[in-house]
């Protein structure tokens, strides 16, 4: 009999249980959360990365201004990291047995953020930091949500939220910097 406290597994049975629905992949009968659920929440976050993309590359290209080179560098690097953030997610959907969702139909009614163009460099710098703290606090529920459910899918949300966080505080530096030179 194991001491209270103590840490006993039953490899036998994980191993019998191993050999079972190996059609379920990474998804084992000890799974804590509900796969349809976190299939969903997973894809509606794709949508979100994908949304953060495309605006992201916009104003990458269209800015313009005095000062626009640097923030074009920036808005650049953080497509890419969106994009890093997406393919991550795609994957996740896949371990867990589902479809990723790139579909871009009704891919703005899945995602948390909207794209918003932006009329000067000053309106795409604040549209970016709107939607990055979009992110930041739906990444914090999807967290909550998944907690000790999921502990492979938080830490993914985790390192994306880290890194939506990053972002929000870059755009908040260009926002600064951007209305100091027009003060």
């Keep these: 009999m194991a001491q209270p406290g103590s840490f006993v597994m039953d490899v036998q049975a994980i191993r019998r249980r191993a050999r079972e629905h190996m059609e379920k992949g990474a998804v084992t009968s000890n799974y804590g959360g509900n796969v349809e659920t976190a299939i969903k929440i997973l894809n509606d976050a794709l949508a979100t990365e ?3 993309v495309l605006r992201y590359k916009f104003h990458a290209i269209t800015a313009q201004g005095i000062h626009s080179e640097a923030v074009k560098e920036e808005f650049a690097q953080h497509a890419k990291d969106e994009q890093e953030h997406a393919d991550w997610l795609g994957e996740r959907i896949n371990q867990l047995g589902g ?3 790139y579909s871009p139909e009704g ?6 953020t909207q ?3 932006g009329e000067s460099l000053l309106s795409m710098i604040k549209e970016n930091l ?3 703290r ?5 990444y914090r529920e999807m967290v909550r949500y998944f907690a000790d459910r999921d502990p492979t899918t938080r830490k993914l949300l985790e390192n994306i939220l880290a890194k939506e966080e990053e972002h929000a505080n870059d755009m908040q530096d260009l926002l600064v910097a951007q209305r100091g030179d027009s003060a």
């Excluded at 891919?107 to 948390?112: G, N």
């Excluded at 979009?134 to 739906?138: C, G, P, R, V």
């Design 50 to 52: 994908l949304v953060c």
């Design 99 to 101: 479809k990723p969702n």
């Design 107 to 112: 891919l703005h009614t899945r995602s948390a």
């Design 115 to 117: 794209y918003a163009e």
């Design 130 to 132: 709107v939607a990055e």
């Design 134 to 138: 979009i992110a930041i606090e739906t």
